[in-house]
Structures are given as structure tokens and as C-alpha cells.
């Protein structure tokens, strides 16, 4: 009959192992509001964006066509933005997952803004990205598991 090694290693069961996240502290009690407040800025950035795509199409700076999706398809990633920035504050995981994959997208779209001379919007696009992928991280740990119902 196999034995789990790391378990009797650690003197904790599977269950107590499961449990410790649950249990675990905030990393600093203030960097839940903060990494919240930071994915909130992104989704006004994010609405700020879609705003100026409609306003480039009613203006003929951009087809219809071109404008009126990449505006509806910005909307909704600042709605999953706000979704998360919520779930954060009341220690969900869904915004931890989906923030942080965000932020790997954002990274790389900084990093085209960069490489396309728009230099001051490329900065602000990986600073925050980078700022907010290590707070999340940090948070990773202090919160719960979503309970299996054993």
C-alpha cells in the first residue's frame, strides 16, 4: 500500500495541506484594495480606449467595421477587468487567474506600443503590467481554494 512520502515528511494530511492557503494571511493587509484600484485603472483605461474607437468611426478616423468591434471587444475586457478587480477584494480566485493572464497580454502589447514609437503609452502599458503581475503573485498564497465539497 503506497504512503504519500510528503505528507509524513511534513506531518500534515492531504486535507491540512489543502486547507493552508484558507488559512493563510494577506501578504500585507492594504494589497488587496491596491492590486483592486490598479485593475480598476486598467479598466478605465480600457473603456477610455474603446471611447476613443467609437469616436474615431463617427469622425472617419477608422472603418466601421474595424472600430465599432475593436470597440465592443475593449468594453468587454474592461467589464472582465472590473469582475476581477471585485473578486480580489472579496478573496476570489477568478481574479487572480484572470488577472494575471491579462497582465501577460498586456505586457506583450506594451512591448508592440514600444516597438511602434508610442513610447509614453507602451511605459504605462508594462509598468502597470509589471507592477500588478507581482502583486498578484504575491497574493496567490492568501487566498482560499475553492471548496471541494468532501
Not at 484600484?37 to 479598466?43: D, M
Not at 474595424?66 to 477568478?94: D, M, N, T
Not at 502597470?128 to 507581482?134: N, S
Amino acid at each position: 500500500m503506497p504512503t504519500d512520502s510528503s505528507s509524513a515528511r511534513r506531518g500534515r494530511s492531504a486535507d491540512d495541506r489543502a486547507s493552508g492557503p484558507a488559512t493563510a494571511t494577506d501578504p500585507s493587509p492594504r494589497i488587496r484594495p491596491v492590486v483592486s484600484l490598479l485593475l480598476g485603472l486598467e479598466a478605465l483605461l480600457l473603456l477610455t480606449a474603446a471611447v476613443y474607437c467609437f469616436v474615431s468611426v463617427s469622425g472617419g478616423g477608422l472603418q466601421a467595421r474595424l472600430g465599432i468591434g475593436l470597440g465592443i471587444f475593449l468594453i468587454l475586457f474592461a467589464v472582465l477587468l472590473g469582475l476581477a478587480a471585485r473578486s480580489i477584494l472579496v478573496k476570489g480566485r477568478f481574479g487572480l487567474g484572470w488577472g494575471i493572464t491579462w497582465q501577460l497580454f498586456q505586457a506583450l502589447v506594451g512591448a508592440s506600443m514600444l516597438n511602434a514609437a508610442l513610447y509614453w503609452q507602451g511605459a504605462l502599458a508594462l509598468v502597470l503590467a509589471i507592477a500588478l503581475f507581482v502583486q498578484l503573485t504575491r497574493l496567490v498564497h492568501s487566498t482560499p481554494l475553492p471548496s471541494r465539497g468532501d
